[in-house]
């Protein structure tokens, strides 16, 4: 099946500094990439959906000055978060699709825990 | 708004017994409907996927159904084993307002399954 990696999967930070995480689809070509975030106990919240090189569709409340996303290829997709602080703690995680398979089915990474300090 | 609702609450069961997990939605048309495992400190796996115009799917021990004048699907897992232990999310997709395909994620239900 279609594999999608994330790195890093758990990263600590002081609070003001930016953290970068790639999204890779591994043995497809993702036209289009998700990204979600998760806190404990809690639903998916879908932040932004990329198109391969275009930019990203936030959804309403997501500031996209604060989460950058950059999907430069088809099998690379990376999410910024500038001047991170304590409450962006959360699991990150994101998802991949094939578009012009005409599947409908994403696949996601495994996550990436992130704990600004 | 849209809503998704799903079993909040844990659902333990004995090995061998089958499994019925519930996902309700209200305000909305999806034109697919996804369900997800998902463990603790991983990203979600992709079960089963069946559209709007499907009745039921099933995959080995998987069967999904999807009714939606009634808004719900259903989610079973038969002969159930200790390893299907995890939580269960229910995605619905279809066309957002940007014209893109997105998916709302449900809160997910934990399943147990006792040896």
Partial sequence: GAVVSQHPSRVICKSGTSV????RSLDF????????RQFPKQ????MATSNEGSK???EQGVEKDKFLINHASLTLSTLTVTSA???????????????TSGRYEQFFGPGTRLTVL | SQKI???????NIQEGKTATLTCNYTNYSPAYLQWYRQDPGRGPVFLLLIRENEKEKRKERLKVTFDTTLKQSLFHITASQPADSATYLCALGGRGTSGTYKYIFGTGTRLKVLA
Wanted: hydrophobic share 35%.
């Fill in chain 1, 29 to 36: 070509q993702a036209t289009t990439m998700f990204w979600y």
């Fill in chain 1, 85 to 99: 602080h304590p409450e962006d703690s959360s699991f990150y995680i994101c998802s991949a699709r094939d578009v």
């Fill in chain 1, 43 to 46: 639903s998916l919240m879908l």
């Fill in chain 2, 5 to 11: 609702e799903q079993n909040s609450e844990a659902l």
């Fill in chain 1, 20 to 23: 970068k995480i790639e999204c």
């Fill in chain 1, 56 to 58: 990203a569709t936030y």
